[in-house]
């Protein structure tokens, strides 16, 4: 990495942007203005192309047909094909959405999609009834969650799956012969084998059998690995990967001046050893299982015990729980034996697994509501495990795998026989205000391993200020009716003060109501249980109320095992899933799994669809070598730590990032690894991180989650912004809260998982709204100042010292001569300029603004 350059910048801009950051931005080679007013430039480390920041993504995005396939075309099939299909009796207007290139050519009136632009969108103009002239579907208009996803899918850039021709969707009666084919052919499905150690030329290169895989390849296309990384480097790759934390100077120091043959392996078997590597790992997965603390859609209520799902995962991962095991506990640990309370609460909390999904609380139809839960459920459970889109055959058969909508039903069947508890249910008239079921909770054995924290104070005081919320919101609700019934000319300004000063009551009044029966708290937790066991019919096109025959409860078809156990008449069958799914001969159990524990060592997995094995996704880099890691997995009674450690230990994971033009002419993308590849730190790792050098970070776990403390209704953004958006908690970022539509700003602008979809790659983006974050946040300055304090706390004797110290903190490294003798004339220049201030406050100031532009810096934000 290239000397982090200074330079000073006047006083007071006439911008009026922040000193230094405000108007020169720090990052890795160069210094780039940036105002308010300009388009802010990010720049990465050399060799790392930009990633698109914002707007339209490929047509085939993985990402993007999968929300295709869950959220739109059945969308599509039940409300447009009949009017705007090949298939049509009558077509309308001219227009075809049963194909992407017909949804962008668009009818008489012009396109109907444009990729990337919601507003410019004909059919997201009719469909928000936004133009009277111009309204779809005619009678019955969608569901305000539908149009969201319209919305979110046109932002996407319309992502759509590459395919033949437009068909309509419907219930297939059975497999085809296409079917057939591509069970016997396409490689996931086949079984897995033993593949032989290849032999390699530079076997002294070689550390272990990993690196004969990737090395065989390697030769195969003439490409020598690049250098080793460096200690210093390596140390904070390794700690950063394992706990997602930055090592301590002492850490490092410790690790560069150990010259023992294991000095490397005494490091990763201390951070496989760190509590704090289950909040690394356990964040991967809640990605996967799509954690939340609400229920997002159109209703958005607090799930006040989802937490104690949270912490099952991350408590898991600490204590390296099989992973065979930590499967079947979140598909049925509600029907597994066990050996004392404790474990039965595990067994029980871990169900939360099927229960913290999306779920529309504004659905009127029962039916509806409970079939779009079962759906969420068989998309979660299928790709997070077993990395199959069977979700897609909920209305027709796949279009592109083996599942036919048998299949999908066969295993909604099995969810259908399972009750949700979840604290939550649609009430009719709740109109968004009550919607908590206490008696759809898992009741626990005895005491919480962690108590809930205490919701809002409760008390007479408390009481007085509830009754005097009710009584203005009372009076506001009945004014905000009379102005709906006057129906007056120019009344909207007054209609919307009124419905404005309305949800700011509703607001204050959840703030209040804390404990007295509006929330849920003590010995409950989220999970599932067996309900009434019974076979579900198939779905036609996927409308609930359009019933075909029954589909016997059992697998999917594409992976035949012969030892499948039965589903007994009077069970759900969740527990012979689990064991179905887990089988050492599922070949896509561990497959799956050893494949995300590669994409988060370096960078890209040996399949890069990491959530879809199917037809549509990619096929392997390195076939071979990921048959050998499924096999050393199972053979390591599915220990992650095990294959996390030997991964780690490979002399590829210990590669440099040096570029070589030779190797990049052939292999452009280094999809055969003859190199590590930077990674920017996930959000979590950022804002972590900062906390660290700050001297703020608390490690220690907290009680529960603030969400806890709500009541179960519905959550505005404003109130969540009051309580929580203030990112005054110095905790790691795992146990911040997490509502759907309400992620903390300073995850969701570093690209934070989705929280609605299962998320097996996050996205990495460069964004100008990253840049003015570090510039402007109150989070980041208030950290940068705690910085400075502690440098000057140190005592050290000299400006030189605490710049070593504010780089070895910050970026794990000591800074270069030239860069020390800039950092120190800038502290200088900086506290000359505000020499009408007081002194001391003047050069705390000064070190502010530096620490700032050292976390506001491209190396702090990217891993070598």
Request: aromatic share 8%; net charge neutral; glycine share 6%.
């Amino acid at each position: 990495m290239a000397d982090l350059p200074f330079k000073s910048c006047p006083p007071r801009p006439r911008c009026g942007c922040r000193r230094f950051l405000g108007t020169q931005m720090l990052v890795a080679d160069r210094v780039f203005a940036v105002c308010i007013v300009a388009i802010t430039v990010v720049a990465m480390p050399a060799g790392l192309s930009a990633a698109p920041g914002s707007g339209e993504a490929a047509p085939s995005d993985p990402a993007g047909v999968a929300f295709f396939e869950k959220k739109i075309r059945p969308l599509l099939v039940q409300q447009c094909y009949k009017c705007h299909s090949a298939t049509s009796e009558k077509l309308k207007g001219g227009l075809y959405l049963d194909s992407r290139d017909g949804a962008l050519a668009g009818g008489e009136t012009g396109p109907a999609v444009t990729p990337g632009h919601p507003e410019k969108s004909l059919l997201i103009e009719a469909v928000k009834y936004s133009n009277s002239d111009m309204q779809m579907p005619p009678k019955n208009r969608l569901p305000t969650s539908a149009v969201a996803d319209l919305v979110q899918w046109v932002q996407m850039g319309a992502p759509w799956p590459q395919e033949a021709a437009p068909a309509v969707a419907k219930a297939a009666a059975g497999p085809t012969a296409n079917y057939e084919r591509l069970r016997r052919e396409h490689w996931a499905w086949q079984p897995i084998h033993a593949p032989a150690i290849p032999a390699v030329k530079n076997a002294a290169w070689a550390r272990g059998d990993v690196d004969k895989f990737l090395l065989a390849k390697l030769e195969e296309k003439g490409l020598q690995p690049v250098a080793d990384a460096n200690r210093a480097a390596l140390i904070r790759r390794v700690t950063f990967d394992l706990i997602g934390l930055a090592p301590t100077p002492e850490e490092v120091d410790a690790f560069v001046h150990d010259r023992s043959a294991n000095a490397f392996e005494t490091v990763v078997d201390r951070l496989l050893a760190s509590p704090h590597f289950g909040e690394k790992w356990g964040r991967h997965w809640l990605d996967v299982a799509r954690y939340a603390e609400s229920t997002g859609s159109a209703r958005n209520v607090p799930y006040s015990q989802a937490w104690r799902y949270r912490d099952y995962v991350i408590d898991s991962f600490n204590a390296d729980k099989p992973y065979d095991q930590f499967i079947t506990e979140q598909i049925a640990g509600d029907l597994l034996p066990y050996d004392s309370p404790a474990k039965h609460n595990e067994q029980l909390i871990a169900t939360g697994f099927l229960a913290i999904g999306v779920k529309d609380l504004n659905e009127k139809d029962r039916r509806k509501y409970e079939m779009d839960n079962v759906d969420e459920q068989i998309d979660v459970t299928t790709r997070a495990v077993l990395g199959l889109t069977v979700s897609c055959a909920r209305c027709h058969d796949h279009k592109f795998d083996p599942i036919p909508t048998a299949d999908y039903y066969s295993l909604a069947g099995i969810f259908t026989s399972t009750e949700i508890l979840s604290g939550v249910q649609i009430k009719r008239g709740a109109a968004g205000k009550d919607y908590g079921a206490p008696n759809l909770l898992v009741q626990l054995d005895g005491q919480p391993a962690a108590p809930a924290p205490a919701p809002a104070a409760a008390g007479p005081e408390n009481a007085r200020r509830i009754q005097a919320i009710n009584a203005r919101l009372a009076s506001a609700r009945q004014e905000l009716q009379a102005i709906r019934q006057a129906g007056a000319k120019g009344a909207n300004a007054n209609r919307k003060a009124a419905r404005q000063l309305v949800a700011r009551l509703e607001g204050e009044l959840q703030l209040a109501r804390g404990t007295d029966g509006s929330s849920v708290s003590g010995t409950m937790a989220m999970g599932v249980r067996d309900g009434v066991a019974a076979d579900t019919r198939i779905c036609v096109h996927g409308e609930a109320e359009d019933l075909g025959p029954a589909a016997p409860r059992g697998f999917v078809s594409v992976i035949h095992l012969d030892e499948s156990a039965a589903i007994p008449p009077a069970h759900s069958g969740r527990l012979e899933l689990a064991k179905w799914m887990t089988s050492e001969h599922n070949p896509l159990f561990s497959r799956v799994m050893v494949n995300r524990i590669w994409q988060h060592l370096f960078g890209e997995g040996i399949v890069r669809t990491v959530d879809n094995f199917g037809s549509t996704g990619e096929a392997p880099s390195h076939p071979e070598l990921l048959d050998y890691l499924a096999n050393e997995f199972a053979d390591e009674d599915f220990s992650v730590k095990s294959m996390i450690r030997t991964l780690v230990l490979s002399r590829a994971y210990q590669l440099g990032t040096g570029n070589s033009q030779a190797n990049a002419a052939i292999d452009p993308g280094d999809r055969l690894l003859w190199r590590m590849n930077p990674r920017r730190l996930e959000a979590e790792e950022i804002r972590d991180t900062m906390l660290a050098a700050a001297g703020t970070l608390s490690l220690d776990r907290p009680a529960g989650s603030p969400v806890a403390g709500l009541p179960v209704a519905e959550v505005r953004a404003p109130k969540f912004e009051r309580v929580f958006g203030n990112d005054a908690d110095t905790h790691r970022s795992v146990y911040l809260p997490i509502l759907r539509s309400l992620v903390p700003e300073s995850l969701d602008l570093f690209d934070f998982a989705e929280p609605t979809m299962v998320t097996g790659a996050r996205d990495t983006t460069t964004v100008a709204t990253q840049a003015l974050f570090v510039m402007n946040n109150p989070f980041v300055i208030e950290q940068s100042h705690h910085f400075a304090t502690r440098l000057l706390d140190a005592k050290l004797p000299t400006d030189a010292a605490r710049v070593e110290l504010a780089y070895r903190l910050a970026l794990s490294r000591t800074p270069t001569a030239a860069e020390r003798q800039r950092a120190i004339a800038y502290v200088a220049d900086y506290a000359r300029s505000d020499a009408g201030k007081d002194g001391a406050k003047s050069h705390a100031e000064a070190w502010a603004s530096f620490c700032q532009a050292l976390l506001g810096s491209a190396e702090f934000r990217y891993l070598n």
